[in-house]
């Protein structure tokens, strides 16, 4: 029941005839129960005190009357218990908590001393023999513990802990005792009970109150009951009336129905829709109207309607076939792009000419951020059409394409149709962005979709899984997007015209920006031309140190950062133009975001200098090559993929069995262990266009003649020390001319495309054409060549 360490054992038989009293108030203590008592009178203190300096025992007697505060002798019953105080607090407001378990009654015989507190001398109680034949007794138990369980019934009973002692408990005394504690009974009843001598007795009496309890309990029950037969009737007849209402509604419905079905009817005559398709709109109407109006059925039928009578099934609109007008609105809308719009310019002609758009679709293929997406906008503008854009990133699932069937809860058109509701009209330009990005998996094969949507034979007649019905998608202009060509389907790329779009350079991203972005940015903010300017060095400050991007998405960004912040001044007061220069630039857009990529600051023997192509554009990337004592092995670091992990062995095959030319000697190769480190580990690498720049490094390692700073090179490499063509030259050109180098090394089988990079670029860079390696080692060094002398070299290992 308690604490074990505390607990005292209960048949404590040695009870001293003296003890201190402590008279208590509004509580019966019986034998074995554990009480907390507060103990606030000054004379009960003392008693405490003195009780724990000497055997922890005290005489508990309840007082007669409870608001007394020094009561007399008389006022106090003579029949108590004697306790054992456990546990003792003292309150900070003087008063004592103390823990008390009740031990064995006893009898106040005579009062021995009153100050500073009462000690009286006591008589034990002897509990007499059980006189009950063991039948009654057992059928008195029997009756309370049955009474103990109704009670328990109603969730009355306190103390679930007891319960099991309770259950167990045969000796008459301690079950009256334990369960009298918890009946809640008056201070009177619980005395009586105290000074009842028999346990039989005393059990007769508990089992009396109990009776008397749960009749009180029934009765409450009963009330309750009844009390919520009350409100179940109300309930009843708000239910009864609902139902009422719902069939009046439902008699007078007949009207609203049929006003339903009109409206419909009128809005599929309104659609032009093809003979078929207005049929089959007919036909869910007749439907609809046979079932439950607020069935789920029903708003099934009615979202399928609404697409219906909501799609473009004969709406068009009227082509401007225009070419002089197209060539303007693009030049309007687009700086630079010359060959681009010039191409577009074509297809229109063509199309022009053969009344139909039924050419190969134009697929825009370049870095995010170059204007692909706005050069369809400016298409469609130039042909008075509407324009509907659907990302296809991440799609993996065919539905996605083509819809889900009706069949599915919350089924939806695909994409293509949606656009198409969209758009309004049948015959949009329609672009399909990131068509690279499509996905294959087990959802089924969203490229397939697709090829139907883009295969002029077939898409008179699409047929979206939602709508059921074939749509006619003949008339729409599809313009595809990419990043990459790779990733696209073959069958995909078959049926489209791939137009390359590349980065540009610093000189067009600061035309694009003053001519268009800073432009539409103003007018957006609603910022006035006088209001703010830019100069030069500012916006090169912007695109140098606030931007890396092939494109001009992230400057557009930047200054519409800018204007904000503009926006705000004016506002907030302030006077004059803002001009942004490069000294302030700072002040709008916080610390720079990149640092141009460190030049290195001498030639140096080990580290050349490569050119990479990402998808977000170009970038130069440094090759370091180091050696070290060990036994032949080659290591490569800086997140490189196998491709490019195979292409420097091969760089380094070719270097071994070139030792003589490059005047390598003694052979370090079994001696040393080499190392290959592309620096920004973060950025994954790959591909073979490296390898020249690996061999190079490891020439200038090997022989130590140091490579130019000034030359950068991208080639793949064979065994032979071929130099083989690489992709991605323009990006590339761009990202050496952006970091300050002046020689570029090539392979000679890229020459051919050298006109794709505009004369501006080429300006102030030598290009040197490689077909192999020694054209690079002449190109890469001062001295025309590596060779090594054998002093530095021997000085070197
Ligand atoms: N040559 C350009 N002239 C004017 N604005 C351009 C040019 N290229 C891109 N932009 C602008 O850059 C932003 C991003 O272009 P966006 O068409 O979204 O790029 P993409 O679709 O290639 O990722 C647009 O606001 C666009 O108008
Ligand atoms: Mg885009």
């Given amino acids: 029941m308690s604490d074990a360490t505390l607990a005292v054992p209960l048949d404590r038989p040695e009870v001293p005839d003296t003890l201190p009293l402590l008279p208590v108030r509004d509580i019966v203590v019986f034998p074995n129960m554990v009480v907390p008592l507060f103990v606030g009178r000054e004379s009960s203190i003392h008693a405490v005190r003195f009780a724990m300096e000497h055997s922890r025992l ?55 001393q009153s100050v500073p507190f009462y000690t009286v001398r006591l008589q034990k109680w002897d509990e007499p023999k059980v006189t009950l034949p063991d039948i009654e007794l057992h059928a008195l138990i029997r009756l309370v513990r049955g009474q103990i369980e109704r009670i328990i019934s109603f969730g009355r009973f306190p103390v679930t802990k007891a319960i099991p002692v309770i259950e167990h408990m045969e000796d008459p005394s301690r079950l009256s005792d334990l369960i009298a504690q918890h009946l809640g009974l008056t201070m009177e009843a619980a005395q009586d009970l105290l000074e009842t001598v028999d346990p039989v007795a005393r059990l007769k009496k508990v089992s009396s109150f109990m009776a008397k309890e ?60 093809p003979k078929k398709v207005e049929e089959e709109a007919e036909k869910q109407v007749k439907r609809m109207e046979k079932m439950h109006p607020d069935s789920a059925e029903t708003a099934n039928i009615r979202t399928y309607l609404e697409w219906l009578i909501e799609m473009p099934w004969s709406k068009e609109t009227q082509d401007k076939l225009d070419l002089a007008l197209a060539e303007k609105v693009l030049n309007e809308d687009h700086y630079g792009l010359d060959k681009v719009k010039e191409r577009i310019v074509e297809y229109l002609a063509v199309c022009s000419i053969k009344k139909t758009m039924k050419g190969p679709i134009l697929c825009f293929v370049g870095p995010p951020g170059v204007g692909k997406t706005s050069l369809g906008r400016s298409i469609a503008r130039a042909m008075g059409r509407e324009f509907v854009l659907v990302s296809l990133g991440g799609v993996h699932d065919e539905a996605e394409i083509r819809g889900h069937r009706r069949t599915y809860i919350g089924a939806l058109p695909g ?69 990459q060509i790779d990733p696209i389907p073959t069958p995909l790329k078959d049926r489209m015209e791939i137009i390359h779009l590349s980065g540009y350079t610093l000189e067009e991203k600061v035309a694009i920006a003053r001519q268009f972005l800073i432009p539409q940015q103003m007018a957006e903010h609603g910022v006035l031309p006088a ?46 133009r803002q001009v942004i220069t490069g000294a302030n630039v700072g002040n709008f857009l916080g610390t720079s975001k990149f640092q141009p990529e460190a030049a290195v600051e001498k030639d140096t023997v080990g580290i050349a200098t490569g050119l990479a192509w990402t998808p977000t554009g170009g970038d130069i990337i440094r090759v370091e090559a180091t050696m070290m004592r060990g036994k032949g092995g080659l290591s490569l670091t800086g997140n490189l993929g196998d491709v490019m992990k195979e292409s420097a062995q ?31 580990g973060a950025i994954p690498k790959d591909g073979p266009s490296a390898g020249i720049t690996m061999a190079t490094a490891l020439a200038s390692l090997l022989t130590g003649v140091p490579v130019r700073r000034d030359v950068a090179m991208t080639g793949e490499v064979t065994l032979r020390g071929r130099v083989l063509q690489i992709g991605g030259l323009k990006e590339k050109v761009l990202a050496a001319k952006r970091a300050g180098m002046k020689i570029i090394v090539l392979p000679k089988q890229n020459e051919k495309d050298l006109d794709e990079i505009p004369p ?38």
Avoid: C, W
């Avoid at 019953?77 to 823990?99: E, N, P």
């Avoid at 102030?764 to 054998?790: E, H, I, Y």
């Fill in 214 to 273: 749960i009749d009180i309990l029934t009765m409450q029950q009963e009330i309750q009951v009844e009390a919520k037969g009350e409100i179940d009737k109300s309930q009843r007849e708000y239910f009864l009336r609902e139902q009422m209402k719902a069939i009046q509604k439902e008699l007078n419905d007949g009207d609203e129905r049929s006003l339903e079905s009109k409206e419909f009817r009128e809005k599929i005559a309104a659609a032009s829709m």
């Fill in 415 to 483: 994409r293509i149709i949606q656009g198409i509701k969209q758009a309004g009209t049948k015959n949009p330009i329609f672009m399909l962005d990131e068509i690279d990005k499509v996905g294959t998996d087990f959802r089924g094969d969203p490229s397939s979709a697709l090829l139907e949507v883009l295969d002029p034979k077939q898409n008179h007649a699409f047929s979206d899984h939602y709508l059921g019905l074939p749509f006619d998608l003949s008339k729409v202009m599809f313009i595809t997007t990419a990043n």
């Fill in 58 to 112: 005290v005489m508990l007697a309840s007082q007669k009357v409870s608001s007394t505060e020094s009561p007399q002798p008389s006022e106090i019953y003579t029949t108590g218990t004697i306790a054992t105080v456990m546990r003792m607090i003292t309150l900070s407001d003087g008063r004592i908590k103390l823990l008390l378990q009740g031990m064995v009654k006893a009898k106040i015989v005579s009062y021995l």
């Fill in 531 to 576: 209001q703010v300017r830019f100069d030069n060095a500012g916006i090169r400050k912007i695109i140098a140190h606030y931007t890396r991007e092939a494109g001009v998405r992230n400057l557009e960004r930047e200054i519409a950062h800018i204007m904000r912040k503009t926006a705000r001044k004016i506002v907030e007061g302030a006077l004059g």
């Fill in 650 to 680: 091969a760089a380094l095959s070719y270097i071994r069995s070139n030792e003589k030319a490059l005047g390598i000697s003694p052979n370090p190769f079994s001696e040393n262990d080499i190392h290959i480190h592309v620096p920004s």
């Fill in 760 to 797: 501006h670029v080429q300006k102030g860079l030598k290009f040197v054409f490689a077909n192999d390696m020694s054209d690079v080692l002449t190109a890469a060094s001062r001295q025309s060549g590596f060779k090594a002398t054998p002093r530095r070299h021997s000085g070197r290992l």
